[in-house]
């Protein structure tokens, strides 16, 4: 919890990208009727509100993404044109509620987090990395655009804080215009991709490993450790480390 809020109070900045990836920013934009939100619960806690909104961000490849976003709201709102997202995956949004609190108070600030990205598991029971490589090799195989699962996660963390915008503005409330972002593992990947792809994004606190450079890092580890780590054997088990020079492989990687 300190590391986040450390995170979230010194505000990692990232400036506006010259231009999003093309592919994501294309999907990210596209319409989709089946977005949709709406408040399931409210709560008042020691002067703090929490809302839980039921939000479906999207459909991708026929299934519906549907996920729980909690909006924690303290006493005293000092810095009302921004929020944080915490990008979380499978579990109760609810049980996030004390360190949201404690990011709300400190921040003077609202903050939310979304739960659920990815939607799981999909395609013969695959979850996390194991969907993930499984999408880039369909991406590989098919070429269509679409298909990298790193494309619908980001959508989720984009919809929900169109979510919280339209939220915290109802009956006009301070709406915040700008976005401090974080998220562990795939969801730490997914804060990097949000801030490339959306403007409103003014800070990123990812909690991964960083690997900007994908073929330069699995290169020096086969040099040194003479194989891939066993953490990514979902990749290896596709063979995707071996063609990182695949055209479409390497436009995945870029």
Do not use: C
Not at 72 to 87: E, G, H, M, S
């Amino acid at each position: 919890m300190r590391l986040v809020i450390l995170l979230f109070a010194a505000l990692v900045i990232v400036p506006p990208p010259a231009r999003a990836v093309d592919a994501l920013g294309d999907y990210i934009r596209k319409p989709d009727d089946s977005f949709a939100w709406k408040q399931a619960e409210q709560r008042d806690v020691d002067g703090f509100t929490a809302t839980r909104l039921d939000l479906t961000s999207q459909t991708w490849r026929g299934h519906a993404w549907q996920h729980q976003v909690l909006v924690v709201r303290p006493p005293q709102v000092r810095n009302k044109d921004i929020a944080l997202l915490f990008i979380t995956g499978d579990g109760d949004v609810s049980k996030l509620f004390n360190l949201l609190k404690t990011l709300s108070e400190r921040a003077g600030a609202v903050a939310a987090a979304v739960n659920r990205v990815p939607n799981q598991p999909l395609h013969d029971g695959r979850k996390e990395d194991a969907l993930i490589a499984f999408t880039f090799n369909e991406y590989i195989k098919t070429g269509d655009r679409e298909w990298p699962l790193l494309f619908p996660m980001t959508k989720s963390a984009v919809r929900a804080m169109d979510a919280v915008q339209a939220f915290t503005s109802r009956g006009g409330g301070a709406k915040p215009v700008r976005f401090v972002v974080t998220g562990a593992s795939k969801r730490g990947w997914t804060t990097w991709l949000t801030a490339a792809a959306d403007a409103r994004v003014a800070g990123i606190a990812p909690m991964v490993i960083d690997m900007l450079n994908m073929k330069a890092q699995t290169q020096w580890a086969q040099k040194v450790y003479g194989a891939q780590s066993q953490q990514i054997r979902d990749y290896t088990d596709l063979n995707l480390v071996e063609r990182m020079d695949d055209p479409r492989m390497v436009e995945i990687r870029s």
